[in-house]
């Protein structure tokens, strides 16, 4: 049956025609009862809510996709996928059966069939919980007005004051289940999330969700009917990776939860930094308006939870209670993510779902003057208010528009808690839902007051964040040159509200006491205290924001009013020296009244033992005094100054550490890994000490880094060419130890080989490195050359195979053929002794390694008899060849003749028996007077 669209101002003759059939049927005498309601209203009933939408008050006016259905089992049923129902199932010769959450299936059937007496048939099963149609959700939207650049909407809830706070957290996912979302739209494309789990274009399902391939959201769009879908503008039939947006309401939506802000192009998006889940579960009907199907939302909604969104936007609804969405919702509500929903703009009552779900915030629109906007929906299953009239955001093909609807308000609101939860993650949805209407602006929405948010207001009032409390002066452990002192501290948060200033006394009993009054963010204030007596005393300042919450800093400091403060100045605390003479500074302060004295300079060993004291009277009320002093011994040391005045107040400097290191590092094991121009040098060192690298020719290498292993890489280095290079180490303390070694690099002859282009290389190897073995890889035409008693010889690669490679020694030539892992032993200088190995160790990407080593090993036969002896081998083998073969001719020919005698002498006496035979009949015939025949 054809599907009849209510709504929108273009189905009044649609009207017109179901009103006639409906008053034939009144006419005729007939009933109307709830299932023909649903046959003579349109059965798309889920619709997004835009423009002058006019709602029939008949929970049977939905519209929905032909030929199929979704069917819950109950609990206690066991299903197991395709055709599992009953009798019902052969009789609908059942297209798919798709289980898409727990026991709900959703099922596609002939679209000649009709899906509303099914339904009613599936539901009145005994182990079926309820059966229904695949509603279709339409996007909340009115058409579009002219581009409005002012977003007013965004200072009206306070936007910009929350931003001083926070614009928003990467780890906030808004999932806009919609029309899909151009992803690739200038304002928005680096704010898609991005699932960094999944290859876009391999094909695979990398994190066996279910989906392939899915790094930016899904298409679950794919309807029974695509006549219905605007299809030259996109697809409907296929689910994919790809959730583009070929309508444009999702792409306005996803702009106004989160554009790129502060970015100098196209809009502002409230959260900043909150990422957007493109989850297009609508298509473009061919009727221009946006339509989402009940699976398609269901999918959505378990997709969104399985990929952990944090917020669900939900711009779309219809006149139905549809149990598959509610029943998906609320498994999102369990698992924590926060669900809006537009409450439509029919301008009545007449609860619209998903908004009128219990746990839906449910979102209402208003103007620029704080009036419910003319269109909005209003009752009491409307939760909260957001600015919903000439909302300017982004749109398909890169480009900007303004549009009206609750559609807008619901992802603005999506965006304001999307702050909210960047600050504050484990608030769940009524505390936030709560702290909205609590702090937002009341408003008169017909039947009820509810609030405009206010983004800013509300963050304040979540706000359980202690001010950040820092003393700035005086200093922690300070000596006042002064009995007046001013006492300053810091305290930043986002609504200071005051600060107390306290100060204690050795004994711990309360100073002073002062508090202010403070505003804003930041603040700075100063208490000043005077003539305060002598002695050692604690401070502290303690703020509260208008929240209660109280901050201060993590520790006291501390002040000695009338004494003596000392500082040290070198050598620096952990220093490190190898001058034995070693001059020691400090400087002491006193307290205007009293004059400095003395001073005492300390000196202990790493045992605690006291090896030097020194003292040196001086004068005034600041002073700088140098202590010298000479090691004998390596070790650690700590030092002190003590300073005294005329009051006899003494002043202590915290002990510094130095440590005495006359040692020079021991550099052992230098090695040289040279190759034709590069060569690593590495060595040991008995301490931590630094690298240097000095290589003739002016090379230089070097690292600070204070290690036990050196090891310097130095390029630049000229083919078989000799060098020296000398290896320097120095310690922390600046002792050095150095050594040297002499190295030549490897030859390299790079010559034009044939077929365009290519090269050949030739590898010199002589000394330790040859005796030791070198390996190299060997491609064809690659030589190895090298010295012998006998001269110089080289060995060259003809063929690689995959296992084998061919070989040929150029100076005798000898020819070889090696398979991997197989060595060859060869003399080249001398009949009595091998003077060369050569090995096969392997072979990739079409080159061989091969491995020659230089020997000297005494052979056990003498060449010549060896020689002798195989061409003796090689001609006897040749004659028993022949006497073989001649051998075969001579049987060959007995044979013959020995069967042709045997076929001779068989013939011969078959010849003789039968003469005999006819001979007995001759006789038997004169005996008997007649004659017979006999058959041979």
């Known amino acids: 049956?054809?599907?009849?669209?209510?709504?929108?101002?273009?189905?009044?003759?649609?009207?017109?025609?179901?009103?006639?059939?409906?008053?034939?049927?009144?006419?005729?005498?007939?009933?109307?009862?709830?299932?023909?309601?649903?046959?003579?209203?349109?059965?798309?009933?889920?619709?997004?809510?835009?423009?002058?939408?006019?709602?029939?008050?008949?929970?049977?006016?939905?519209?929905?996709?032909?030929?199929?259905?979704?069917?819950?089992y109950k609990d206690d049923y066991i299903s197991s996928g395709f055709s599992t129902l009953s009798a019902l199932d052969t009789k609908l010769e059942i297209q798919s059966d798709k289980i898409i959450s727990q026991k709900v299936h959703h099922i596609k059937f002939d679209k000649s069939e009709?899906?509303?007496?099914?339904?009613?048939?599936?539901?009145?099963?005994?182990?079926?919980?309820?059966?229904?149609?695949?509603?279709?959700?339409?996007?909340?939207?009115?058409?579009?007005?002219?581009?409005?650049?002012?977003?007013?909407?965004?200072?009206?809830?306070?936007?910009?004051?929350?931003?001083?706070?926070?614009?928003?957290?990467?780890?906030?996912?808004?999932?806009?289940?919609?029309?899909?979302?151009?992803?690739?739209?200038?304002?928005?494309?680096?704010?898609?999330?991005?699932?960094?789990?999944?290859?876009?274009?391999?094909?695979?399902?990398?994190?066996?969700?279910?989906?392939?391939?899915?790094?930016?959201?899904?298409?679950?769009?794919?309807?029974?009917?695509?006549?219905?879908?605007?299809?030259?503008?996109?697809?409907?039939?296929?689910?994919?990776?790809d959730p583009s947006d070929g309508h444009g309401h999702g792409t306005h939506c996803a702009g106004i939860s989160a554009a790129s802000t502060n970015n100098s192009i196209g809009v502002a998006g409230i959260c900043w930094n909150c990422k957007i889940m493109p989850l297009r579960a609508g298509y473009n009907d061919t009727s221009g308006l946006g339509s989402l199907s009940t699976s398609s939302i269901v999918d959505a909604i378990n997709y969104a939870i399985n990929n952990n969104a944090t917020i669900i936007s939900m711009s779309f609804g219809g006149s139905n209670n549809v149990s598959s969405i509610n029943n998906a919702l609320n498994s999102a509500y369990d698992a924590g993510i926060i669900l809006i929903a537009a409450a439509g703009n029919t301008n009545n009552s007449i609860p619209v779902y998903p908004a009128a779900y219990s746990n839906v915030i449910s979102v209402g629109a208003t103007d620029s003057q704080d009036n419910r906007s003319s269109f909005s929906n209003y009752g009491s299953w409307v939760d909260i208010a957001a600015p919903g009239s000439n909302i300017s955001s982004t749109y398909i093909g890169n480009s900007y528009t303004s549009m009206d609807g609750t559609s807008m308000s619901t992802p603005l609101v999506a965006g304001a808690?999307?702050?909210?939860?960047?600050?504050?993650?484990?608030?769940?949805?009524?505390?936030?839902?709560?702290?909205?209407?609590?702090?937002?602006?009341?408003?008169?929405?017909?039947?009820?007051?509810?609030?405009?948010?206010?983004?800013?207001?509300?963050?304040?009032?979540?706000?359980?964040?202690?001010?950040?409390?820092?003393?700035?002066?005086?200093v922690h452990n300070h000596?006042?040159?002064?009995?007046?002192?001013?006492?300053?501290?810091?305290?930043?948060?986002?609504?200071?509200?005051?600060?107390?200033?306290?100060?204690?006394?050795?004994?711990?009993?309360?100073?002073?006491?002062?508090?202010?009054?403070?505003?804003?963010?930041?603040?700075?204030?100063?208490?000043?205290?005077?003539?305060?007596?002598?002695?050692?005393?604690?401070?502290?300042?303690?703020?509260?924001?208008?929240?209660?919450?109280?901050?201060?800093?993590?520790?006291?400091?501390s002040l000695t009013v009338g004494g003596i403060e000392v500082v040290l100045n070198s050598p620096l605390n952990g220093?490190?020296?190898?001058?034995?003479?070693?001059?020691?500074?400090?400087?002491?302060?006193?307290?205007?009244?009293?004059?400095?004295?003395?001073?005492?300079?300390?000196?202990?060993?790493?045992?605690?033992?006291?090896?030097?004291?020194?003292?040196?009277?001086?004068?005034?009320?600041?002073?700088?005094?140098?202590?010298?002093?000479?090691?004998?011994?390596d070790g650690v040391y700590d030092w002190a100054c003590v300073a005294f005045n005329n009051n006899s107040d003494e002043g202590n400097g915290v002990n510094y550490s130095l440590t005495y290191d006359s040692s020079v590092p021991v550099i052992s094991g230098l090695s040289v890994d040279a190759s034709s121009s590069s060569a690593t040098i590495s060595w040991v060192t008995n301490e931590s000490s630094n690298s240097s690298v000095w290589v003739s020719g002016g090379t230089w290498s070097n690292s600070s880094e204070l290690v036990l292993n050196h090891s310097i890489v130095v390029s630049g280095l000229g083919a078989s060419a000799s060098y020296s290079?000398?290896?320097?180490?120095?310690?922390?303390?600046?002792?050095?130890?150095?050594?040297?070694?002499?190295?030549?690099?490897?030859?390299?002859?790079?010559?034009?080989?044939?077929?365009?282009?290519?090269?050949?290389?030739?590898?010199?190897v002589e000394g330790t490195e040859f005796r030791k073995g070198v390996n190299k890889l060997l491609g064809v035409k690659d030589e190895v050359s090298f010295n012998l008693a006998?001269?110089?010889?080289?060995?060259?690669?003809?063929?690689?195979?995959?296992?084998?490679?061919?070989?040929?020694?150029?100076?005798?030539?000898?020819?070889?053929?090696?398979?991997?892992?197989?060595?060859?032993?060869?003399?080249?200088?001398?009949?009595?002794?091998?003077?060369?190995?050569?090995?096969?160790?392997?072979?990739?990407?079409?080159?061989?390694?091969?491995?020659?080593?230089?020997?000297?090993?005494?052979?056990?036969f003498e060449v010549s008899a060896v020689e002798e002896e195989e061409v003796v081998d090689v001609v006897e083998e040749e004659v028993v060849d022949v006497e073989e073969e001649e051998e075969l001719d001579y049987w060959d020919l007995f044979w013959g003749i020995l069967i042709v005698v045997l076929v001779f002498l068989f013939l011969r006496d078959i010849k003789k028996k039968e003469i005999k035979r006819m001979k007995f009949f001759k006789k038997k015939k004169r005996k008997n007077g007649k004659s017979k025949k006999v058959k041979t």
């Open 1 to 72: 049956m054809e599907s009849v669209r209510l709504f929108g101002m273009n189905d009044l003759g649609v009207r017109y025609l179901t009103a006639r059939h409906t008053l034939n049927k009144l006419n005729s005498g007939a009933g109307l009862g709830i299932w023909d309601c649903c046959e003579i209203f349109p059965r798309l009933v889920i619709f997004l809510v835009c423009g002058l939408m006019l709602v029939v008050p008949s929970i049977c006016a939905q519209e929905y996709i032909e030929g199929e259905l979704l069917v819950k």
């Open 114 to 241: 009709d899906v509303v007496e099914l339904a009613k048939k599936y539901s009145d099963l005994s182990y079926v919980e309820y059966a229904e149609p695949n509603y279709i959700l339409h996007t909340f939207e009115t058409p579009d007005d002219v581009f409005y650049s002012n977003q007013w909407h965004l200072p009206k809830i306070s936007s910009e004051l929350a931003w001083n706070l926070t614009t928003g957290n990467e780890s906030v996912i808004i999932a806009i289940i919609d029309t899909g979302v151009q992803w690739n739209h200038s304002d928005l494309e680096n704010n898609i999330w991005n699932n960094t789990d999944e290859d876009c274009l391999n094909e695979i399902d990398d994190d066996s969700n279910g989906y392939v391939d899915d790094c930016r959201g899904y298409d679950f769009v794919d309807i029974n009917n695509e006549s219905k879908c605007s299809s030259l503008i996109e697809d409907c039939n296929v689910t994919d990776n």
């Open 417 to 474: 808690i999307g702050l909210i939860k960047g600050l504050f993650p484990v608030r769940n949805q009524t505390e936030i839902l709560n702290t909205l209407n609590e702090t937002g602006t009341f408003l008169d929405f017909v039947t009820d007051n509810i609030s405009r948010i206010n983004v800013y207001d509300a963050i304040l009032s979540l706000d359980n964040t202690a001010p950040n409390v820092t003393l700035v002066s005086p």
């Open 479 to 557: 000596v006042n040159m002064s009995v007046n002192q001013s006492f300053v501290c810091n305290a930043t948060d986002w609504q200071l509200a005051n600060v107390t200033f306290k100060i204690w006394n050795s004994s711990e009993v309360l100073y002073n006491e002062s508090s202010r009054n403070l505003t804003g963010v930041e603040n700075e204030t100063s208490f000043d205290l005077v003539n305060m007596s002598n002695g050692e005393y604690y401070w502290n300042c303690f703020v509260y924001d208008d929240e209660g919450n109280l901050g201060s800093s993590s520790s006291n400091f």
């Open 575 to 633: 220093s490190y020296t190898n001058v034995n003479e070693t001059s020691f500074n400090c400087s002491s302060f006193s307290d205007a009244a009293y004059e400095l004295t003395n001073v005492t300079f300390s000196l202990w060993n790493s045992s605690g033992s006291l090896i030097n004291t020194s003292i040196k009277n001086i004068s005034g009320f600041a002073n700088t005094t140098i202590f010298n002093y000479s090691f004998f011994d």
């Open 725 to 764: 290079c000398v290896v320097t180490s120095c310690d922390e303390a600046g002792n050095c130890g150095n050594d040297s070694k002499d190295f030549t690099t490897d030859e390299v002859i790079v010559s034009s080989g044939g077929g365009g282009g290519s090269t050949t290389q030739s590898y010199f």
């Open 790 to 860: 006998s001269g110089r010889h080289g060995l060259k690669v003809e063929k690689v195979g995959t296992d084998f490679v061919d070989i040929v020694v150029e100076s005798e030539p000898i020819y070889l053929t090696l398979k991997i892992g197989e060595e060859i032993k060869l003399n080249l200088s001398s009949s009595s002794y091998y003077d060369l190995v050569v090995r096969l160790n392997g072979i990739a990407s079409r080159k061989a390694n091969i491995s020659v080593r230089r020997i000297f090993e005494e052979r056990v």
